[in-house]
């Protein structure tokens, strides 16, 4: 017969949703810490971030403290009585004091095979360095940065033409399929220390992350495309100005044109691509500034640029106006 536990979920975005949804099937979930409702939206209006509105509509309590390093909180959360925390892309790091305010300790849900990639953007850092396979990681939480020890993983690929969106609902799903057999297996697991020489950091994205320099090749630029999709997108600066790049496809094939011109890559190709140091870049679907994302057809055909245009990248120490 599986344990049913008394769990205190720390979850924010909707990557955290899964998770709660499997413990509410399976365990008591006695409380749901998560973070304060934030501007969003055009009018930036006040919005409950995803896991709140899932945990009022199952009738739990909600907690959103803005510092849990405040001296309230390790008590407060104490009190709720719980057997084991369970953490999925809560958005604070955790002082010791609440990491074992549940009996059992804090267990974390991780988008990435760890010792890789530890830090807030796992999946889109994997992404845009080129990684053919990811996965989830459930370890016992430490003050470290994603250091303690694991408990169980999984791995899967990461389809070619994926983006950080796509392969976050997926990971999502396997998240809570991890977690809720770690929480089965508890009592029998042996937590396994992480190899720190290792580890590979994957800290939060920045807007400069999306800044597209032509120089680099085709391949690495299309990750950067996939792992900044949805957010920040990548950024260029063109003839007719700002433009986001959404979705590309590579192709690698020599020619003597400067990175960031506009050409045909071959003399049968339906549109112009954007040079790189091995190939081109061809666009699938961007968006210039102010206007809504459209094909790339649909851009060429509106914008109307010379043969041979230039795209140039963009400094990622200056923001671009």
């Given at each position: ?197 290792d580890a590979t950091r994957a800290p939060r994205l920045k807007r400069t992350d999306g800044y597209l320099d032509w120089s680099r090749s085709a391949r690495e630029l299309v990750n950067v495309v996939r792992g900044c999709n949805p957010w920040p997108g990548t ?35 339906d549109y112009p691509a954007i040079a790189t140091s091995d190939g081109w870049l061809c666009p699938v679907e961007v968006q210039p500034e102010n206007r809504r994302a459209m094909s790339w057809s649909d851009y060429l055909r509106g914008a109307r640029l010379a ?15």
């Amino acid at each position: 017969m599986t344990t049913r536990f008394r769990v205190l979920f720390y979850g924010t975005p909707a990557f955290a949703l899964p998770t709660l949804e499997a413990l509410l099937g399976q365990h008591d979930v006695v409380a749901v810490v998560t973070q304060p409702d934030r501007p969003a939206h055009r009018g930036q209006r006040l919005t409950p971030p995803p896991v709140k509105a899932r945990a009022m509509a199952a009738g739990l309590q909600v907690l959103q403290p803005p510092r849990l390093r405040d001296p309230e909180w390790p008590e407060r959360l104490r009190a709720l009585g719980a057997d084991v925390a369970v953490v999925a892309a809560f958005g604070q790091i955790l002082p010791k004091a609440v990491l074992d305010a549940a009996r059992r300790g804090s267990i974390n849900v991780h988008g990435s095979l760890l010792p890789r990639y530890r830090g807030a953007a796992p999946i889109q850092w994997a992404i845009m360095r080129g990684e053919s396979v990811t996965g989830i990681t459930t370890f016992q939480m430490d003050e470290g940065m994603d250091t303690g020890p694991t408990l169980l993983s999984a791995s899967t690929a990461i389809g070619p033409e994926e983006t950080a969106g796509d392969l976050t609902v997926r990971l999502a799903t396997l998240g809570a399929d991890v977690l809720i057999e770690t929480l089965a297996r508890l009592d029998a697991l042996t937590p396994t220390p992480q190899r720190h020489e290792d580890a590979t950091r994957a800290p939060r994205l920045k807007r400069t992350d999306g800044y597209l320099d032509w120089s680099r090749s085709a391949r690495e630029l299309v990750n950067v495309v996939r792992g900044c999709n949805p957010w920040p997108g990548t950024l260029t600066r063109g003839p007719a100005g700002p433009l986001v790049i959404w979705r590309a496809i590579a192709l690698v094939s020599a020619h003597t044109h400067a990175p960031g011109t506009l050409e045909r890559p071959t003399a049968e190709a339906d549109y112009p691509a954007i040079a790189t140091s091995d190939g081109w870049l061809c666009p699938v679907e961007v968006q210039p500034e102010n206007r809504r994302a459209m094909s790339w057809s649909d851009y060429l055909r509106g914008a109307r640029l010379a043969p041979r245009a230039l795209f140039a990248g963009l400094d990622p120490s200056r923001p671009a106006s």
